[in-house]
């Protein structure tokens, strides 16, 4: 995209790779499973964000996603 310049948001240098089963979608919410390839794990979600919490954990293995952690994690399953 941009050859000569680095975005600042590409802090990862590992590519991760994720396959997402959408099962249901209530009150507006996807739900369902995350499978993590690299790290060997599948979770389910319940909610957009949820999934969205779990990868950007993934690809940041060092901080949880959240301070106070109320979403499922991947050290949880």
Known sequence: ???DQSFPNQ???KEQAFLIRIKFRRH???QG?????EGQKI???R???EMILLMH???DKNEKAVD???FRSWTDG
């Open 1 to 3: 995209m941009y050859p």
């Open 57 to 59: 954990e993934a690809l």
């Open 11 to 13: 802090i990862h240098d």
């Open 43 to 45: 979770l389910s979600f």
């Open 28 to 30: 507006n919410c996807w």
């Open 47 to 49: 909610s957009l964000l």
């Open 33 to 37: 499973s995350i499978q993590w390839l």
């Open 68 to 70: 106070e952690q109320i």
